[in-house]
């Protein structure tokens, strides 16, 4: 039977009480008493040069404050990069200034001009109409190609072009990769873009900064992933607040996606206005800002080749890959098309030989950073569509073809610098052959063919990395923050626990999920343990949550603060037995003597720990609080195999999804219901990316896709019933948990699975296709049908 406590069952989540009866605290709940706001005035051009800014009637008018330009903040830091890559010829790559308001220059639409703060949103508003700014509009680059010719115009006048940096991983492996292409029996090539995205979460950012005159201390409220490294970031490099003053509170938060990991100059702008205000000031984004200001995802353009042998064995991958940074360095961008999508590009094969190059290149767009996944659905989608693509070339099956290169034997040491612990790729093919219903596929497309519709069937497997760590290594590979997780468990005199942790919850169950772990291990109920979260005065330093690192680190930090607590409370039940340390046993809340009927409850001990009477203090102190940092050895690496059956309109090209299967390997599942609803959410914005969204710009550096209006969400009629499967666990061998992450499984492994399908049902219909970019529209599609 299913448990209905513990790991392995699958509660309801507390946190859904509040969140649907619209009980939540967000942070735009939050509101100060006598708190004045502000409204950014943003650019209208991609690319110009301000010359001046006349501010004089905007000042006088109605309920205006103060009105803050880029001149206010010289002599205060920019937003900082976490990440620095070095390229590789070894030089550090070209890292520009970020302002808070700009300088100088505007480089992409939306940059911040000026920020007026009034005592009303809508004062405000109209202040910033009347500004007057004189800007001299300069070309805009923004095909990433056209932005490193010779003579193109520069983002950033100081740097020596637009190339942020030119990476080559592994570098010492490129002359026996070429020369093994050279060898090559067959080669297979293929040219794709990875679509520019905007993570639109349901709760837009919003930043309300507080300033204390008394105590001379800040508080920041934010819609934050990580409120630990905002507190780092703008305390230190930006407006040099000392961390003990500045306070970071990120509460209830409605998605992030990735995109409220970084540290955005409206935080640091709020926070610094206040001070010279003595006043909290309020922003929050409206969706059209959110569009032109939160940083965008993905944006790749790339050229990979894979070479094989006479057998079809991989025996070496190429890749030249164009990534476009935006107009600044976003907090984690440069890390995202190197470390976290080259050292992935050896999936799930026993390929020998790889080499990626990435190109990073500044463009008049808005930042691009990492969202959902972050690296390796690039990585993925690469290495999957080429396979496909040579399976078709070779007129062999897909599945075989990868069966056949699959890595069977554990740990295996990739080419490209990485381990993998544990996996079993073949296991979750087959469980995938079986979900999917493989059998019935040509029955149901010759159905779609009565129909006059063609339909197709797409396969992918995946690997990816999460949890990335250790600190030391990526520290050496330009991280410039640790990336550890901590955890503080504080155990009341009557047994219940608060657990503070630095892992941030926005839609992945924390506090559901996270109980079950600290109760299993002592054999209380879970009601008894509450997650506190999201508030830096609070919790222990922590690196927050993304890279489905939460159970894996975050969780590790919470075992071993825990195991911490039940030896001390072993040493106060050891006492109040009179029985020797060793010979005490916990389980299910009661500390026993082994093979003797004496025990003494949880609750009877904890109290004790708060009301000495029975144990002399010279050996136990009172208390039991105890808190522990778990950084981890390895990654984690989830991997799986997915499948989707797609029906095409000839007439239209329209692309419907008839049924998509996952198969999930995750290590141990600690509750089974939300990591399906992980898969679930992820695979939705994997088919939003695959047939819908696109964040597209013209020539002149103007997003033509600002709003909903124009930017194709997901809809529930466009995705189909989801079948998962994660029987298939091989637990990773390095966490005291087992796990792997799963949140962003699903947005990794769908898009190639999707496109997959859309060209096996073209190719069915006999239209000599062999691959349609992202997204896979009804116009893109009928134009490669018709071409």
């Known amino acids: 039977m299913p448990k209905d406590h513990g790991i392995g069952a699958s509660p309801k989540r507390r946190e859904d009480v509040r969140f649907l009866s619209g009980t939540g605290n967000y942070t735009d709940d939050i509101n100060v008493n006598g708190q004045a706001y502000v409204h950014f005035l943003r650019s209208d051009v991609a690319h110009g040069r301000i010359k001046s800014i006349n501010t004089d009637a905007a000042s006088a008018m109605p309920g205006v404050l103060k009105i803050f330009t880029g001149a206010d903040f010289e002599g205060v830091g920019g937003i900082p990069c976490g990440w620095q890559v070095t390229d590789r010829h070894g030089e550090p790559m070209q890292e520009p200034a970020h302002p808070v308001l700009a300088q100088d220059k505007v480089r992409y639409v939306g940059d911040q001009i000026a920020a007026v703060v009034a005592e009303t949103l809508e004062q405000a508003r109209d202040a910033a109409e009347a500004i007057e700014v004189d800007l001299e509009e300069l070309p805009a680059v923004v095909d990433m190609k056209a932005a490193l010719a010779d003579g193109a115009t520069k983002v950033h006048d100081d740097l020596t072009s637009n190339l942020c940096y030119d990476w080559g991983f592994v570098e010492e492996n490129k002359p026996a990769v070429d020369a093994a292409f050279e060898a090559a029996a067959h080669v297979t090539t293929l040219e794709l873009r990875n679509n520019r995205l905007v993570a639109n979460p349901m709760e837009p950012r919003v930043a309300i900064g507080d300033f204390n005159r008394g105590t001379g201390d800040s508080t920041l409220y934010t819609t934050s992933q990580n409120p630990h490294v905002i507190r780092l970031l703008m305390g230190a490099f930006v407006l040099g607040i000392p961390e003990h003053k500045l306070r970071v509170v990120a509460p209830d938060v409605g998605g992030g996606f990735g995109t409220k990991i970084f540290h955005y100059a409206e935080e640091a702008f709020c926070t610094f206005a206040a001070k010279a205000l003595n006043r909290a000031v309020k922003w929050t984004s409206t969706r059209s800002e959110a569009f032109i200001s939160d940083a965008h995802g993905r944006d790749h353009v790339t050229k990979i080749e894979l070479a094989l042998d006479a057998d079809n064995n991989f025996t070496a991958i190429r890749t030249d890959t164009h990534a476009n940074m935006g107009a600044y360095l976003s907090t984690f961008a440069p890390s995202v098309p190197t470390w976290l999508h080259g050292t992935l590009m050896a999936g799930n094969y026993k390929t020998p030989l790889i080499y990626v190059n990435v190109k990073a290149v500044f463009t008049n767009t808005v930042p691009v950073d990492a969202y959902r996944g972050a690296g390796r659905p690039e990585a993925t989608y690469q290495l999957e569509r080429v396979i496909d693509k040579a399976a078709r070339e070779l007129g062999v099956d897909p599945i075989a073809l990868r069966r056949q290169n699959f890595i069977t034997e554990f740990p295996y040491a ?93 839609g992945q169950g924390h506090e559901t999920s996270f109980p079950q772990v600290i109760a299993e291990m002592i054999g209380i109920d879970e009601s008894m343990v509450e997650i506190e979260h999201g508030d830096t005065d609070k919790a222990p330093m922590g690196m927050g949550t993304y890279g489905s690192r939460s159970l894996a680190v975050g969780g590790s930090a919470m075992v071993r603060a825990t195991e911490k607590i039940i030896a001390k409370t072993k040493k106060i039940a050891a006492h109040l037995l009179e029985a020797a340390e060793a010979d005490i046993e916990l389980k299910d809340g009661t500390f026993s003597v082994a093979g003797t009927d004496k025990s003494v409850a949880w609750g009877d001990v904890t109290l004790a720990a708060y009301v000495p009477h029975n144990y002399p203090l010279e050996d136990i102190e009172p208390g039991l609080e105890e808190t522990a940092f778990y950084d981890p050895a390895n990654f984690t690496y989830p991997s799986g195999a997915y499948a989707c059956e797609v029906e095409v309109d000839p007439e239209t090209g329209k692309v419907t999804i008839e049924a998509f299967s996952a198969a999930d390997d995750f290590g141990n599942v600690v509750n089974p219901m939300i990591v399906d609803g992980q898969v679930h959410g992820g695979i939705g914005q994997g088919i939003g990316q695959a047939l819908l969204e696109n964040a597209a710009y013209d020539e002149n550096g103007q997003l033509l896709s600002a709003s909903y209006m124009d930017y194709a969400m997901p809809r529930a009629s466009d995705v189909p019933y989801y079948n998962v499967d994660h029987s298939s666990q091989t637990p990773c061998t390095h966490n005291p948990l087992g796990v792997k992450g799963c949140g962003e499984a699903g947005a990794i492994g769908s898009p190639p699975a999707v496109v997959n399908a859309v060209v096996d049902a073209l190719q069915s219909g006999g239209h000599k296709v062999d691959h349609v970019d992202m997204p896979v529209s009804p116009s893109r599609v009928w134009a490669a049908m018709n071409a």
């Open 414 to 506: 990739t080419p490209v610098a990485v381990e993998y612990d544990t996996g079993d790729y073949h296991g979750t093919m087959d469980a995938l052959e079986k979900i999917a219903d493989f059998s019935g596929f040509e029955a149901r497309r010759k159905e779609s063919e009565a129909r006059g519709k063609l339909r197709g069937l797409g396969v992918n497997c995946y690997i990816e990395a999460c949890g990335i760590a250790p600190s030391n290594l990526v520290g050496q590979l330009g991280a410039r923050a640790g990336l550890y997780e901590s955890a503080t468990v504080r155990v009341n005199a009557t047994g219940g626990l608060v657990v503070m942790t630095g892992s941030h919850s926005h």
